[in-house]
Nanobody
Framework: QVQLAESGGGLVQAGGSLRLSCAAS??????MGWFRQAPGKEREFVAA????????RYADYVKGRFTISRDNAKNTVSLQMNSLRPEDTAVYYC???????????????WGQGTQVTVSS
């Protein structure tokens, strides 16, 4: 089992930036992903990265604004979020998967989430 802990959320104005981090223990060579869930909406894919960091995937609505990266020496994965919009407001979760995937069902372990609020 993998333990995941997100940090870095907060309140930011539209157009601003935040950097989320996820500290992992356990199967850290697995692919990792970021998802988000806004109130009243389903959890949606944001970005994912392979264990070697050689393969990344992004949702269309964050492509060009968000960047996922990982540091396997520190067992962390990060999400740099730029040009934030009010519609990016959500709880952001990191998760672990055997494969790089957009499907939540492929992810086996999840963090508790961190709130990101973007004001207009």
């Amino acid at each position: 089992q993998v333990q995941l802990a997100e940090s870095g959320g907060g309140l930011v104005q539209a157009g601003g930036s935040l950097r989320l981090s996820c500290a992992a223990s356990g199967r850290t060579f697995y692919a990792m992903g970021w998802f988000r869930q806004a109130p009243g909406k389903e959890r949606e894919f944001v970005a994912a990265i392979s264990g070697s960091a050689g393969n990344t995937r992004y949702a269309d609505y964050v492509k060009g604004r968000f960047t996922i990266s990982r540091d396997n020496a520190k067992n962390t994965v990060s999400l740099q979020m730029n040009s934030l919009r009010p519609e990016d407001t959500a709880v952001y979760y990191c998760a672990v998967s055997p494969v790089v995937s957009k499907a939540p069902d492929h992810y086996t372990d999840w963090g508790q989430g961190t709130q990101v609020t973007v004001s207009s």
